[in-house]
């Protein structure tokens, strides 16, 4: 079993940024891969960058450039650094594991365990 808490949401203006943290319990945190998600009211829940196992990563189209996702296996920690904020980025941001590790692509049924969530508020 793997518990994920998030922190580091809040409210920034737009052009802004916010750095997102997701720690994990569990010694075996190294060999997941990690994927950060977000839900808008209203909106289904969404892929937003994963990081798989050995550091490979991946981002949706409407975060690359402005989002890095990475991590920190001494600390059992996985961050999401969002850069350039705009208003359309607003939403409640999960974290999630796959004990497979390799990255299996942007399906949220492919995350075995989950955070429980951070606001995100951007104002324009």
């Known amino acids: 079993q793997v518990q994920l808490v998030e922190s580091g949401g809040g409210l920034v203006q737009a052009g802004g940024s916010l750095r997102l943290s997701c720690a994990a319990s569990?010694?075996?945190?190294?060999?997941?891969?990690m994927g950060w998600f977000r839900q808008a009211p209203g909106k289904e829940r969404e892929f937003v960058a994963a990081?798989?196992?050995?550091?490979?990563?991946d981002y949706a189209h409407s975060v690359k450039g402005r989002f890095t996702v990475s991590r920190d296996n001494a600390k059992n920690t996985v961050y999401l650094q969002m850069n350039s904020l705009k208003p359309e980025d607003t939403a409640v941001y999960y974290c999630?594991?796959?004990?497979?590790?390799?990255?299996?692509?942007?399906?949220?049924?492919?995350?075995?365990?989950w955070g429980q969530g951070t606001q995100v508020t951007v104002s324009s």
């Open positions: 990081i798989s196992w050995k550091s490979n990563t």
């Open positions: 999630a594991a796959d004990p497979v590790g390799y990255y299996r692509g942007s399906d949220y049924s492919n995350y075995n365990y």
């Open positions: 569990g010694r075996t945190f190294s060999s997941y891969a």
